[in-house]
Antibody, heavy 120, light 108 residues
Framework: EVQLVQSGAEVKKPGESLKISCKGS????????IGWVRQMPGKGLEWMGI????????RYSPSSHGQVTVSADKSINTAYLQWSSLKASDTAIYYC?????????????WGQGTLVTVSS | EIVLTQSPGTLSLSPGERGTLSCRASQNVASNYLAWYQQKPGQAPRLLIFGASSRATGIPDRFSGSGSGTDFTLTISRLEPEDFALYYC?????????FGGGTKVEIK
């Protein structure tokens, strides 16, 4: 069974760093793209970026580029989304999602989401 | 970047009725790489339709997708109680991938 299991909720202060994770199982981790999607409170879905764990090819949305880092450790089948300096506007649910149709979409498997709260 | 505009913002219908949701792209979506997702409160999105008209695994046949180029439609033939939710379209033909703003299907 294909599963994406994300790390737990986080509460951070502005300026702090954070790295959340997404562990894949039940499929060949290096063969499919994993993306990250943001959902701010009460808002819609926003595609942030994507990585191909096989060769670490990574792409970002214009609004996420330079704000976050997407990475993967194929030795432990885990993808990451990282911030070096959080802002209050980073408060959101972050989903990782997997595309097994080939290429970087659509997303047919989703993690359960990680709630990140940034508040002073 | 391709902007996707969904309409209406909210659709008020009764169980058993037909629902028609629209997604319009600011430019042609390559190879009809257009997907539809359903999201219920507190849950991750679920893929319904990909390639504009192909149902994902396990999706009931009351859900159908159509369209090409810049205009796409998701049709729910007869609304079941579990279909009242948020629906998003997404294009995955060009980077950055983009989502529409969503349509809420609510019980009338």
């Amino acid at each position: 069974e294909v599963q994406l299991v994300q790390s737990g909720a986080e509460v951070k202060k502005p300026g702090e760093s954070l790295k959340i994770s997404c562990k894949g199982s039940g499929y060949s981790f290096t063969s499919y793209y994993i993306g990250w999607v943001r959902q701010m409170p009460g808002k819609g879905l926003e595609w942030m970026g994507i990585i191909y764990p096989g060769d670490s090819d990574t792409r970002y949305s214009p609004s996420s580029h330079g704000q976050v880092t997407v990475s993967a450790d194929k030795s432990i089948n885990t993808a990451y989304l990282q911030w070096s300096s959080l802002k209050a506007s980073d408060t959101a649910i972050y989903y990782c999602a997997l595309s097994m149709y080939g290429g970087d979409g659509p997303f047919d498997y989703w993690g359960q989401g990680t709630l990140v709260t940034v508040s002073s | 970047e391709i902007v996707l505009t969904q309409s209406p913002g909210t659709l008020s219908l009764s169980p058993g009725e037909r629902g028609t949701l629209s997604c319009r792209a600011s430019q042609n979506v390559a190879s009809n790489y257009l997907a539809w997702y359903q999201q219920k409160p507190g849950q991750a999105p679920r893929l319904l339709i990909f390639g504009a008209s192909s149902r994902a695994t396990g999706i009931p046949d009351r859900f159908s997708g159509s369209g090409s180029g810049t205009d796409f439609t998701l049709t729910i033939s007869r609304l079941e109680p579990e279909d009242f939710a948020l629906y998003y379209c997404q294009q995955y033909g060009y980077s950055p991938l983009t989502f529409g703003g969503g349509t809420k299907v609510e019980i009338k």
